[in-house]
């Protein structure tokens, strides 16, 4: 009787193992897709209301076309965006990602949301598009400036997220510490959403310049209101971190009649050098950069030869990269 329960007991505990190791490993985190045949990559974009997973699925597309890798396929999948990217092609988890390249320089350097924790295994692709603060509220909410966002209900955007690193910045710039405001960590759908229902007072984004989303705001409130950073929180962003001033010019929507003063900052692709092996990182930074033109979103008007090292310094370069960027005559 013993031995016969001894014997269920064991083979109960062989189907239990059996099953745990059958699952998927997800993520390609053990390594075997460097390169070669039948390689699948996932690129990291964003939180679907934003631009970058729109975007990303495009340039998943372009790669998927015209890298020239027997059975290469590449899918774009929503993250928390820059800083969540970098940390996932950090632990394996990701062969490409979309970031600001202000995160990008911190991670690569261990400062900042990386502090003490540098990522090394990761190399710049290529610029993209031109990433512009857009921080903005009702009219109804009576808000006339940042510095009056004391006390109020405040979208920061994801952990994880280029937005939200940007904006604990600017608020501190205006003096507003955590626990001077409600933070509300949401991508930027739901974030769109929660003011419109009047369950936040003010949203950031960092996005592409129009923002698509922004205008539906309008569109279903009529009375969107974007916030100006100026003066001397301005100065103190310009001096103590790498976002650069800029002007959204009146006429970026048909709504907005006045120029408006804000910061930008450069979204990049960054890839995985663990992941990606030279010769497929040559073959992916080709393919984007001589097929971005198909790209349909308005951002991809930016991916070009031209523009292709914005936001490279004080970055790793990917070895594949670098290599077409020689190519090119672009590096020497």
């Given at each position: 009787m013993k031995k016969k329960l001894f014997s269920m007991l064991f083979f109960s505990l062989v189907l239990v193992l059996a099953a745990c190791g059958s699952g998927d490993e997800g993520d390609n985190a053990d390594g075997d897709n460097a390169g070669g045949e039948g390689a699948q990559i996932q690129l990291g974009t964003g939180s679907t209301g934003g631009t970058y997973y729109p975007l990303g699925q495009?340039?998943?597309n372009i790669l998927t076309d015209n890298v020239d890798v027997e059975g290469f396929s590449a899918s774009a999948i929503s993250t928390d965006a820059s800083i969540d990217n970098l940390s996932r092609i950090g632990r394996g988890e990701l062969e490409l990602g979309m970031t600001v390249h202000i995160p990008a320089q911190e991670a690569a350097a261990g400062t900042g949301s990386f502090d003490g924790t540098a990522i090394e295994n990761f190399g710049f692709m290529g610029h993209i598009y031109p990433e512009v603060m857009q921080v903005?509220?009702?009219e109804s909410?009576?808000?006339?400036?940042?510095?009056?966002?004391?006390?109020k209900r405040v979208a920061i955007g994801p952990p994880g997220s280029g937005t939200q690193a940007a904006a604990k910045?600017?608020?501190?710039?205006?003096?507003?510490?955590?626990?001077?405001?409600?933070?509300?960590?949401?991508?930027?759908g739901d974030a769109k959403k929660k003011?419109?229902?009047?369950?936040?007072?003010?949203?950031?984004?960092?996005?592409g310049l129009p923002s698509s989303s922004v205008d539906e705001l309008?569109?279903?409130t009529g009375e969107v209101k974007l916030l100006e950073i100026t003066g001397e929180p301005l100065e103190k962003l310009q001096a103590e971190t790498g976002y650069e001033a800029f002007e959204i010019p009146a006429g970026s929507w048909e709504w907005l009649e006045e120029p408006v003063n804000t910061i930008t900052a450069y979204a990049i692709l960054?890839?995985?050098?663990?992941?990606?092996?030279?010769?497929?990182?040559?073959?992916?930074?080709?393919?984007?950069?001589?097929?971005?033109g198909n790209i349909s979103h308005k951002q991809g008007a930016h991916i070009t030869k031209e523009n292709a090292l914005r936001g490279s310094t004080d970055l790793p370069m990917h070895p594949g990269a670098e290599k077409y960027f020689k190519e090119i005559g672009l590096l020497d």
């Amino acid at each position: 009787m013993k031995k016969k329960l001894f014997s269920m007991l064991f083979f109960s505990l062989v189907l239990v193992l059996a099953a745990c190791g059958s699952g998927d490993e997800g993520d390609n985190a053990d390594g075997d897709n460097a390169g070669g045949e039948g390689a699948q990559i996932q690129l990291g974009t964003g939180s679907t209301g934003g631009t970058y997973y729109p975007l990303g699925q495009e340039i998943a597309n372009i790669l998927t076309d015209n890298v020239d890798v027997e059975g290469f396929s590449a899918s774009a999948i929503s993250t928390d965006a820059s800083i969540d990217n970098l940390s996932r092609i950090g632990r394996g988890e990701l062969e490409l990602g979309m970031t600001v390249h202000i995160p990008a320089q911190e991670a690569a350097a261990g400062t900042g949301s990386f502090d003490g924790t540098a990522i090394e295994n990761f190399g710049f692709m290529g610029h993209i598009y031109p990433e512009v603060m857009q921080v903005f509220t009702l009219e109804s909410t009576g808000i006339e400036s940042i510095a009056d966002l004391k006390g109020k209900r405040v979208a920061i955007g994801p952990p994880g997220s280029g937005t939200q690193a940007a904006a604990k910045k600017i608020l501190e710039a205006y003096g507003l510490e955590e626990g001077d405001y409600t933070a509300f960590q949401e991508g930027f759908g739901d974030a769109k959403k929660k003011l419109q229902d009047g369950q936040v007072d003010a949203s950031f984004g960092f996005l592409g310049l129009p923002s698509s989303s922004v205008d539906e705001l309008q569109a279903a409130t009529g009375e969107v209101k974007l916030l100006e950073i100026t003066g001397e929180p301005l100065e103190k962003l310009q001096a103590e971190t790498g976002y650069e001033a800029f002007e959204i010019p009146a006429g970026s929507w048909e709504w907005l009649e006045e120029p408006v003063n804000t910061i930008t900052a450069y979204a990049i692709l960054v890839g995985s050098t663990d992941l990606i092996d030279e010769d497929l990182g040559y073959q992916i930074t080709k393919a984007l950069f001589e097929n971005a033109g198909n790209i349909s979103h308005k951002q991809g008007a930016h991916i070009t030869k031209e523009n292709a090292l914005r936001g490279s310094t004080d970055l790793p370069m990917h070895p594949g990269a670098e290599k077409y960027f020689k190519e090119i005559g672009l590096l020497d």
